[in-house]
């Protein structure tokens, strides 16, 4: 409290901040800290003079950990996986076969392909190898961390999804963008994989995942979207806390403070995390536009760019600034018209949460069609279409779904992350997809038709089975090799019950 009256808020600003922090603890799990024990034991890789120098040292001098240590040639190595304290290494042993042990560190002094983490050394990384050595035996004994991510695989686009024909993955943007390990994919099992122990809290993943399947502990959507309902009819000053918390920060706010009193911090632990959903969310519930106290990385701006362009459409205005591009801040003011209230249903995933918001903005106008990270616009040869619903089941957003009582494909695309599964599933090829667009359209909120058929029933039984343009395809293909066999004719009108009848009263 002694820093928010050295920033000169009132009562109510003042609560305001101290309510985030609350909700950033409601929204904390309680195992969020950790301790791993490490035992002092590694894999040194290599051979030659440095190598032979390095294990002189780690059994010749007296430690704070008695090291285990085991030595391999460069030439037997495999590969490598798992993280400080829980490295699995596969090695060929003398007779070629393939064998694995584990190790909590490995030092590496050959040119392998090693991941970038905590507990793998390389001579290149320090001054001398006592230097390796200390780095080494820092590393054992008790070890904390943060569990600082959370991974709903419910709408990832990746997780147990099998890859496209090339053998690539429809979505592995997480991944990608880790400066670490961790968060990594198996690709045999189709996994994701998150090492808390090499996080380094950067928020990328979160910024990048085009569902919202990983948040950020304390800051996930349904918090952040609490936080930013507080801030009706403020406008956000976006500031890192690290920076927040600083002498500077105090200075620089009391100047911001008296140009336009209605500034105020919104304080993130790591604002790189914001995305598309994160800066519409901010936007829509204080009902202002954005500031960002310093420049997001990189990896932010195709959002930000695109949230200003939508933002410039419909209110002839600006979204999110950075300071340093403001001319005359004592102009801002909220703008009531942007306002709206929507609070995320448990699990739903953030392509729905931006369609709902995106909706409230859009009503039944139209502003045209905007470049947009994650997002889709699906094409159909609807006359083609059989309507086998292949699509239906790759789409785990349900940009795409059945209307079962009207035989009909109905699409919506705000929910599509642009991963082109569909058009990959498609057996007739009648799928193609326009990327990283979205039409500023009422029907882009909404399920639409774009393909339909007319029920098929069984010419025995009269249950509908099929659609009639399935059943066509079928007897396209298999009428040339049936010949004139009327009875293998009638049975491809027949539902799978009466086919069997018929071919056997035949």
Not at 88 to 106: C, P, Y
Not at 201 to 224: I, K, M, Y
Not at 430 to 441: G, Q, T
Request: hydrophobic letters at 35%; glycine letters at 4%; proline letters at 4%.
């Amino acid at each position: 409290m002694t820093q928010h009256t050295e920033m000169a808020l009132n009562a109510q600003e003042a609560e305001i901040l101290h309510e985030c922090d609350e909700l950033t603890l409601d929204f904390t799990s309680l195992n969020k800290d950790s301790i791993s024990l490490i035992p002092p034991q590694c894999v040194v890789i290599g051979y030659g003079d440095l190598c032979d120098a390095f294990l002189s040292l780690c059994v010749e001098k007296e430690h704070s950990y008695v090291l285990e240590v085991s030595q391999l040639l460069p030439q037997d190595f495999v590969s490598l996986k798992g993280h400080l304290g829980a490295f699995n290494l596969r090695f060929k042993n003398a007779l070629g076969e393939i064998e694995s042990l584990q190790t909590a560190q490995v030092v590496c002094f050959a040119p392998l392909d090693l991941p970038e983490c905590k507990g793998v050394h390389k001579p290149n990384m320090y001054e001398s190898a006592i230097q390796m050595l200390q780095a080494l035996l820092g590393f054992c004994g008790e070890q904390s961390y943060e569990r600082n991510i959370i991974f709903n695989p419910t709408h990832c686009q990746f997780q147990l999804r099998r890859p496209l024909a090339s053998g690539e993955s429809v979505c592995h943007s997480c991944v990608d963008i880790c400066p670490t390990i961790g968060i990594t994919s198996d690709k045999n099992a189709r996994i994701l994989e998150l090492s808390a122990i090499d996080c380094i809290a950067c928020g990328r993943c979160v910024s990048v995942c085009p569902t919202g399947s990983v948040q950020r502990q304390g800051d996930g959507l349904e918090a952040f979207t609490y936080k930013a309902r507080l801030y009706k009819d403020y406008i956000p000053l976006v500031v890192r806390r690290e920076i927040f918390e600083s002498s500077e920060f105090i200075e620089n706010f009391k100047i911001l403070k008296e140009q336009n009193p209605l500034i105020l911090p919104f304080v993130l632990q790591v604002p790189d995390m914001l995305n598309s959903v994160y800066f519409l969310t901010l936007l829509q519930e204080s009902g202002s536009s954005i500031i960002l106290y310093a420049p997001l990385g990189e990896h932010t701006n195709t959002d930000r760019d695109s949230i200003n362009e939508i933002y410039k459409r419909i209110f002839s205005s600006t979204a999110i600034m950075e300071l340093s591009e403001i001319d005359d801040i004592s102009t801002l003011k909220p703008l009531p018209q942007s306002h709206y209230v929507y609070t995320p249903r448990e699990n739903e995933s953030s392509k729905d949460i931006f369609a709902e918001r995106m909706r409230f903005w859009i009503k039944q106008e139209s502003y045209g069609k905007v470049k947009i990270q994650g997002f889709g616009i699906l094409g159909i040869n609807a006359e083609q279409c059989t309507l086998c619903l292949s699509c239906v089941e790759a789409c785990n957003t349900k940009a795409l779904v059945n209307n079962q009582s009207r035989f009909e494909l109905l699409y919506k695309p705000a929910l599509c992350t642009d991963c082109g599964y569909c058009v990959a599933s498609c057996a007739e090829q009648v799928l193609s997809l326009e990327e990283s667009s979205l039409a500023l359209e009422e029907k882009s909120f909404a399920y639409t038709p774009i393909a339909s058929d007319e029920p098929f029933r069984c010419v025995e039984c009269n249950k509908v089975f099929a659609t009639q343009k399935s059943i066509n395809k079928i007897k396209q293909i298999l009428m040339p090799s049936f010949g004139n066999d009327s009875l293998k004719l009638k049975t491809l009108e027949c539902c799978t019950d009466c086919k069997v009848k018929v071919m056997f009263e035949g």
